[in-house]
């Protein structure tokens, strides 16, 4: 399956939706389309995975890496409306407490910064 990738400016949060197979096949697409964004200045990121329909540690790793990257930069990652299956992958892998996850894009695009420790 192919995976599709598309970006709209919300404020000053850039929300990629991502549709199809995250996979170690489509994870470089994901990788590139990121990699331009931050190339761009765009680092406050909310991912849209609702139409996401697997994910495998191929893909996972893409987000850890934006996630590093935003966060050197002075930015953001958050995921939004994950299926239960990539959820619950985001769950065993522990990556839920690393990538702040929200139920719906806008709740991801408008929650307040985590207070920093």
Request: overall charge negative; glycine content about 6%.
């Amino acid at each position: 399956m192919s995976l599709t990738v598309q970006t709209e400016q919300r404020g000053d949060m850039v929300v990629v939706s991502v549709a199809g197979e995250l996979d170690m096949a489509t994870a470089p697409q994901l990788q590139d389309q990121i990699s331009d964004l931050l190339e761009k200045g765009r680092t406050r990121l909310v991912f849209d995975l609702a139409e996401v329909s697997f994910c495998d540690s191929t893909g996972l790793s893409v987000f850890v890496r934006a996630k590093n990257s935003t966060d050197d930069a002075g930015g953001t990652v958050r995921l939004a409306a994950p299926q239960r299956g990539v959820l619950r992958i985001l769950e065993v892998s522990g990556l839920v407490e690393v990538l702040h996850t929200y139920p719906t894009v806008d709740e991801a695009v408008s929650a307040e910064e985590p207070a920093l420790d």
